[in-house]
């Protein structure tokens, strides 16, 4: 069965430093999303991309985040200069349909564990 | 906004009991709900979504939730719970993105 993979499962930084987290979607999906969850609370939305660009994006996803496709398979989460409440698992979802069809459910990764020091 | 709540942070149930987690939502306009399950470290697995139609939907691993458009529910259940169902339960709402809720801890003993 497909699944969306993650690399790393668990990245260390300092503050201030950039790191890049890395995904593979389903081959065949079209959407792809970032979510992340900080220990103990919600999973949040942070940003959603189609087409090569973003669709949408929460007011987490500042001007620090960037994301990527930078090939046919790769989808990547960049965090230009990290801070102490930017540890947190970050997870990639893809879907097939997106908001145009609602019904299309996100597959997710297993997440990468950033710990920012 | 979309929104979902799960007013319970554990379920406690024996093994071979029925299972239900709760959840309600407060959308504008028609819901599309789903339900999320995540073992220790794992990513969130997809179990079943309601867009339209019935309002009984069954879904992965034996479950099944119940949609009421009345009482704004969307509850998650399962007949008779095994200890490999103990787990962290999302309940989620959807419009461009999905918005969780808090998470449930389900635990089923032996």
């Known amino acids: 069965e497909p699944e969306v993979t993650q690399t790393p499962s668990h990245q260390v930084t300092q503050m201030g430093q950039e790191v890049i987290l890395r995904c593979v979607p389903i081959?065949?999906?079209?959407?792809f999303y970032w979510y992340r969850q900080i220990l103990g609370q919600k999973v949040e939305f942070l940003v959603s991309?189609?087409?090569?660009?973003?669709?949408?994006k929460s007011e987490i996803f500042d001007d620090q985040f960037s994301v990527e496709r930078p090939d046919g398979s790769n989808f990547t989460l960049k965090i230009r200069s990290t801070k102490l409440e930017d540890s947190a698992m970050y997870f990639c979802?893809?879907?097939?349909?997106?908001?145009?069809?609602?019904?299309?459910?996100?597959?997710f990764g297993p997440g990468t564990r950033l710990t920012v020091t | 906004a979309q929104s979902v709540a799960q007013p319970e942070d554990q379920v406690n149930v024996a093994e071979g009991n029925p299972l239900t987690v709760k959840c309600t939502y407060s959308?504008?306009?028609?819901?599309?709900l789903f339900w999320y399950v995540q073992y220790p470290n794992r990513g969130l697995q997809f179990l079943l979504k309601?867009?339209?139609?019935?309002?009984l939907v069954k879904g992965s691993y034996g479950f099944e939730a119940e949609f009421n458009k009345s009482q704004t529910s969307f509850h998650l259940k399962k007949p008779s719970a095994l200890v490999s169902d103990s787990a962290l339960y999302f309940c989620?709402?959807?419009?461009?993105?999905?918005?969780f809720g808090a998470g449930t801890t389900v635990t089923v003993r032996a």
């Open positions: 989620a709402v959807r419009d461009y993105k999905l918005s």
């Open positions: 309601y867009i339209t139609g019935d309002n």
């Open positions: 959308v504008s306009g028609n819901p599309y």
């Open positions: 081959s065949n999906h079209l959407y």
């Open positions: 979802a893809s879907s097939l349909s997106g908001a145009g069809g609602l019904s299309g459910e996100q597959y």
């Open positions: 991309f189609y087409n090569n660009e973003i669709s949408e």
